[in-house]
């Protein structure tokens, strides 16, 4: 199985971190955050490929070509125009592929969660969230199928924010989005076409850690280590 990580943007809200680096090297826990991702893929994953773009030579000198034995290709996204363009670029990488892993290079997830994903055809990661304003927001019906997606909703009885991780298919190169948003093509219009027209679950994560801002690192820290301390409590005591 191969999956793509999306590691092009320009971490605006990041700065003056990311003035020198890219957001997806900047560290939590002793590692960059995109190594965190790698680590997070299932390990039926045999191949990578990252889409990098802003600074995209720190990255690549960063990962390397390969990370513990699985080979990284590097696809560059020489114009800004959004996530499903990026995508796209992938194509000729994932032609021999049916299905595939796509995330997003900046966030902390649960490794379970998205082994989990590989239960379906087409999944998607969600989280719990307080306010639904901020985020994607997905409506599923009695049996985990997806019914909607809807960009931060101004309300919406749904709390499952998608945490931008996915299970696709080659399905999903059938719905490029129609028009752009500011300039920039979004997948999430994309996987919110596919949805309506292929059976697509959802899959709630335990833990989800976003970061936009210079302050969400020091939550990641902590998130982290409360992490680590409740695997340890769940571990049998050393004889």
């Known amino acids: ?32 955050l995109i190594v965190h991702m790698i680590d997070a893929l299932p390990p039926q994953v045999t191949e990578i490929a990252i889409v990098t773009g802003y600074l995209a030579e720190a990255i690549e000198r960063g990962i390397g070509s390969s990370y513990r034995e699985c080979p990284i290709t590097y696809i560059r996204q020489e114009r800004k125009l959004g996530t499903a363009d990026a995508l796209w670029l992938c194509r000729e990488f994932l032609a021999d592929s049916d ?9 902390l997830h649960d490794p379970i969660a998205i082994r989990q994903l590989l239960e379906f055809d087409r999944a998607l990661l969600v989280h719990e969230v307080a306010d639904p304003s ?18 931060k909703p101004v309300s919406s009885q749904s709390r499952l924010a998608a945490v931008g991780v996915y299970l696709l298919d ?3 190169f059938d719905h490029y989005p129609r028009e752009p948003k500011g300039g920039e093509f979004f997948l ?11 059976p697509f679950h959802a899959v709630g994560s335990q833990f ?27 571990l049998p005591a050393a004889a």
């Open 134 to 151: 901020r985020f994607g927001i997905v409506t599923v019906n009695e049996e985990g199928v997806i019914t909607s997606i809807i960009e």
């Open 99 to 107: 299905r595939f892993i796509l995330a997003y290079a900046d966030d």
């Open 188 to 198: 999430t219009d994309s996987i919110s076409e596919l949805a309506l027209r292929e």
């Open 170 to 172: 080659q399905k999903i």
């Open 1 to 32: 199985m191969k999956a793509v990580i999306l590691a092009a943007g320009e971490g605006i809200r990041m700065r003056p971190l990311t003035t020198h680096t890219p957001k997806p090297m900047l560290p939590v826990g002793g590692k960059p």
């Open 208 to 234: 989800w850690v976003p970061i936009g801002y210079p302050s969400d690192l020091d939550l990641a820290e902590h998130a982290l280590r409360r992490r680590g301390d409740a695997v340890a409590l769940k």
